[in-house]
């Protein structure tokens, strides 16, 4: 295999952990909204832990999205 | 005609220099001070902000005028997320945080602007502030609690087997900390920049075509636009993230103990 067509590959497969990330991100919004529905007039205070664990969820996603942009663009 | 792929955005060239400084007598070991695209932006972002606060505050009515409000909206917003995640000795900070926010706010959305750099799709300033604020966070923790500073480490009410397994997580997770604080940044408006510049040259690939190809790049051109508005929605929340992130940490260092 040329070595140029094994990095496309490689970035493609890297990728894939992105998948994790959205499924952990669409927990964190399905759970809240789920929350935020059976008790409405709590739902403003938990918009920052809500935000948190996006933010931290996210981050995981992003770790393999850079290794993927490394491997193509260096 | 301007280039196409979708990476050359982000090149960084000289505007103007200022020549070298610090070579020895032979001329060498010098470094060349320049002025970059990237440093007009973000002498541009710093601009734009400071004079909007100090321009739009001068008045200090009572009852505000409109522009006024925005400044104050984004004062209140700030102060409100820094007292609820770090408490009131938090707002000792509050300048750091809000000066963060206004910063990675302003530049994400001057580089939303067709051919405009996006200042925050470069590691190295996104790294340059992640760790600045958990410089911040250690050299404060340590000043105040000096070894009380490692409770962090430590969370209370735990059983000492458990522990040898908690403190090496603990401590793996803070010295991530910079590294997911800025790559989180850097990677969103960089993949957001990437995408958008992706779908933008779909469209002009396909008008290429012939008839067809222009009625089908149609698709590509409401994904466009669609992504523009995603990426403005992105572009405010990843300030909100880093400063609420960093209000987080500061937490950590007023109150090192869980």
Known sequence: ?74 | MAPTDPISQFNIYTLFSFGTVGADENGANGFELVFTNSALFMVASVVLISSYLILSTRGRGLVPSRVQLVSEIMYEFIANMVRTSAGNEGMAFFPLVFSLFAFIFVANMLGMYPYFFAVTSQIIITAALALLVMGVVIFYGVWKHGFGFLKLFVPSGIPLPIMFIVVPIEVLSFLSRPLSLSLRLFGNILAGHIVLKVFAGFVVSLSALGALGMVGSVLPFVMAVALTGLKLLVSALQAYVFAILTSIYLNDAIHPGH
Do not use: D, H, K, W
């Open chain 1, 1 to 74: 295999m040329e070595p140029e067509a094994a990095r496309y590959i490689g970035a493609g497969i890297a990728t894939i952990g992105m998948g994790g990330a959205g499924i952990g991100m669409g927990m964190i919004f399905g759970n809240f909204l789920s929350a935020a529905i059976r008790n409405p007039a709590a739902a403003s205070s938990q918009f920052s832990n809500l935000i948190f664990g996006f933010a931290v969820t996210e981050a995981l996603g992003i770790f393999s999205l850079v290794i993927a942009f490394m491997i193509l663009f260096t």
